[in-house]
């Protein structure tokens, strides 16, 4: 993970007041051995996900796989829930980088197609762990930090989908988000159902967001 997602991850994480945050880590690590001790527990939170399942997944397994032990996880962790949070938040930081690469793109289509490129790629990328992650996501609770992030989206979106050469769009906010529930709804089903056809499954995509763009027309 680069330092920028290393710092975003760092931001989202920050340990908050309400009850109904997702839960957080115990501290912030402040050096750089601190942060690679970090990056590989969560990695190591991954692995033990993408080979074991929720079912498995316990913080034991994750300090055994990561080489630390379990007082050095707890110093930043406080249990799974923590751990499988700093892993959303991985992995959504960096499909936001991903997307955001997008807005250099020429033209409306080409950054469209690129946010659609992206969303696909990183459902299938490591499909096992993205499909789990779906599902932590869903259960866990809705907190400031999951709306930041979905903020950005729809602000990339409204960007691209306002640009000249895309079907207009009487209330670009309200289409942002709906462009925005096609491609999810799309990508975490096809990921539920195990789909590896990257190139399918982005055609199946954009004609769905392309059908429902040029409905306003």
């Not at 300090?63 to 751990?83: C, D, H, M, T």
């Not at 400031?144 to 009487?170: K, M, N």
């Not at 199946?204 to 429902?212: I, K, N, P, Q």
Request: proline content about 6%.
């Amino acid at each position: 993970m680069s330092k920028s997602l290393y710092s975003l991850l760092a931001y989202v994480l920050m340990p908050q007041s309400p009850s109904s945050r997702r839960p957080s880590p115990r501290k912030m690590p402040r050096q750089a051995r601190s942060e690679e001790t970090v990056r590989i527990i969560i990695e190591a939170a991954a692995h033990i996900l993408e080979r074991k399942g929720l079912g498995d997944f316990t913080t034991n397994a994750v300090a055994e796989r990561a080489g630390v032990s379990i007082g050095s996880l707890y110093q930043y962790f406080p249990g799974k829930e923590a751990l499988i949070a700093a892993l959303i938040v991985r992995e959504t930081s960096i499909l936001l980088a991903e997307c955001e690469q997008s807005l250099a793109a020429p033209t409306g289509r080409a950054a469209l197609s690129g946010m659609i490129e992206a969303a696909v790629a990183h459902q299938l990328r490591r499909p096992v762990l993205a499909r789990l992650l779906d599902i932590e996501e869903a259960r866990l609770p809705l907190d400031e930090d999951t709306q930041r992030v979905t903020s950005r989206f729809l602000t990339i979106l409204r960007e691209v989908l306002s640009r000249h050469d895309l079907p207009p769009q009487p209330q670009y906010d309200m289409a942002a988000q709906d462009v925005m529930a096609i491609v999810k709804g799309m990508v975490d089903t096809a990921g539920e159902k195990g789909e590896r056809d990257r190139s399918g499954l982005v055609r199946r995509v954009s004609r769905a967001v392309y059908g429902y763009l040029n409905s306003a027309v």
